[in-house]
């Protein structure tokens, strides 16, 4: 059975940094990709990093690069989203997903974790 848990959302101030975990099980990420997608209110969820399972290649959104990363500890099946010099503009709520997608659009994942939320406010 496939799942996916985000957790270490929270309430920072603009610069600060912040770690998102997400913890899975039930699949491979090599085989299957992973993505990691925010939705604000009001707006669609985008694509904010994804790792491909074709060719293993990292997307990054423009509004993250060089801000945000991804890392991965194999042995505790957990993927970290490291997000630096946070903005407002980057409060949403965050998830995990997997599915085979070789895009990163949120449409083509299939599985998904129930999200964490992280609000950037002075």
């Known amino acids: 059975q496939v799942q996916l848990l985000e957790s270490g959302g929270g309430l920072v101030q603009p610069g600060d940094s912040l770690r998102l975990s997400c913890e899975t099980s039930?699949?491979?990420?090599?085989?299957?990709?992973i993505g990691w997608f925010r939705q604000a209110p009001g707006k669609e969820r985008e694509g904010v990093l994804c790792?491909?399972?074709?060719?293993?290649?990292?997307y990054y959104a423009d509004s993250v690069k060089g801000r945000f990363t991804i890392a991965r500890d194999n042995a505790k099946n957990t993927l970290y989203l490291q997000m630096n010099s946070l903005q407002p503009e980057d409060t949403a709520v965050y998830y995990c997903?997997?599915?085979?997608?070789?895009?990163?659009?949120?449409?083509?994942?299939?599985?998904w974790g129930q999200g964490t939320q992280v609000t950037v406010s002075s």
């Open positions: 997903a997997t599915g085979g997608a070789d895009r990163c659009v949120s449409y083509e994942y299939i599985y």
């Open positions: 790792i491909s399972p074709r060719d293993g290649n990292t």
């Open positions: 039930g699949f491979t990420v090599d085989n299957y990709g």
